[in-house]
């Protein structure tokens, strides 16, 4: 399962996992009632027949999304070996300008979310094996009128290292990736003026997240894995 996966790295996460070598027979695609996650539904779903493509809308800046979901898994049959939490939200502010419900937002979306997830994930006993947290650099180290979003990427990699200790008896990998710029449409709310075509693509990290869940990943486990051009 991939959450915010109508664009971006989501997107490209889907349309890599898809693929044959991969060897996933089913695939949920989260996020938000839109067309572009219909339209990125069909399009992974013509990549190979043999993977079946689920879409399931949800909106997990909603904290009852998460209960939702499970209740879509269960009643399709569906169990999960594998979590890919992406989905972000950021409105920047310094914390002059800032709104609490926006810093409230950006941390249901970007921390609570994924902690719900989890949990419900655990406690519906699905197989996992694979959770990859998506965090940023920006959690390592801030940046002015970055607040809201620094703040809970840094939440999100201390989160991953507690799992990481907590599942590790489970047989559960807890994987951790910390992109830097990447042209997605949250890197543009954060940095409008930047040029897209000079940085990072959604499609390097979707590689880094493939072989990170494959048996040569196994060999670059890292408390917290940073991933820039």
Request: aromatic letters at 4%.
């Given at each position: 399962?991939?959450?915010?996966a109508?664009?971006?790295?989501?997107?490209?996460t889907?349309?890599?996992?898809?693929?044959?070598?991969?060897?996933?027979?089913?695939?949920?695609?989260l996020?938000?009632?839109?067309?572009?996650l219909s339209?990125?539904c069909?399009?992974v779903?013509?990549?190979?027949?043999?993977?079946?493509?689920?879409k399931?809308?949800?909106?997990l800046?909603?904290?009852?999304a998460a209960?939702h979901?499970?209740?879509v898994l269960?009643s399709?049959k569906?169990?999960?070996t594998t979590?890919?939490?992406?989905?972000?939200?950021?409105?920047?502010a310094?914390?002059?300008?800032a709104?609490?419900?926006?810093?409230?937002?950006?941390?249901?979306?970007?921390?609570?979310?994924?902690?719900q997830?989890?949990?419900?994930a655990?406690?519906?006993?699905?197989p996992?094996?694979h959770?990859?947290?998506?965090a940023?650099?920006a959690?390592?180290?801030?940046?002015?009128?970055w607040?809201?979003?620094?703040?809970?990427?840094?939440?999100?990699?201390s989160?991953?290292?507690?799992?990481?200790?907590?599942?590790?008896?489970y047989?559960?990998?807890?994987?951790?990736l910390?992109?830097?710029?990447?042209a997605?449409?949250?890197?543009?709310?954060?940095?409008p003026?930047?040029d897209p075509?000079?940085?990072m693509?959604?499609?390097?990290?979707?590689?880094?997240?493939?072989?990170?869940i494959?048996?040569?990943g196994?060999?670059?486990?890292?408390?917290?894995?940073?991933?820039?051009?």
């Amino acid at each position: 399962m991939i959450t915010g996966a109508s664009r971006g790295i989501g997107l490209e996460t889907a349309k890599s996992l898809a693929l044959p070598e991969s060897g996933f027979s089913k695939i949920v695609m989260l996020a938000r009632p839109s067309q572009e996650l219909s339209d990125g539904c069909d399009y992974v779903a013509s990549i190979n027949p043999d993977c079946e493509v689920v879409k399931l809308e949800a909106d997990l800046s909603d904290p009852a999304a998460a209960d939702h979901v499970f209740g879509v898994l269960d009643s399709q049959k569906i169990r999960l070996t594998t979590m890919v939490n992406n989905a972000g939200f950021t409105r920047p502010a310094s914390i002059n300008e800032a709104e609490l419900a926006d810093f409230q937002k950006t941390m249901q979306v970007n921390v609570y979310s994924p902690f719900q997830l989890i949990q419900g994930a655990l406690r519906h006993n699905h197989p996992l094996t694979h959770l990859i947290n998506i965090a940023s650099t920006a959690g390592i180290g801030g940046r002015s009128g970055w607040l809201t979003y620094s703040a809970s990427k840094a939440a999100v990699i201390s989160m991953s290292e507690v799992l990481r200790e907590e599942l590790k008896p489970y047989g559960i990998d807890v994987i951790c990736l910390s992109p830097g710029r990447c042209a997605t449409d949250l890197r543009k709310t954060l940095a409008p003026d930047e040029d897209p075509n000079t940085i990072m693509q959604p499609d390097e990290v979707a590689s880094v997240i493939k072989l990170m869940i494959s048996p040569l990943g196994q060999l670059l486990k890292s408390q917290n894995l940073v991933v820039r051009t």
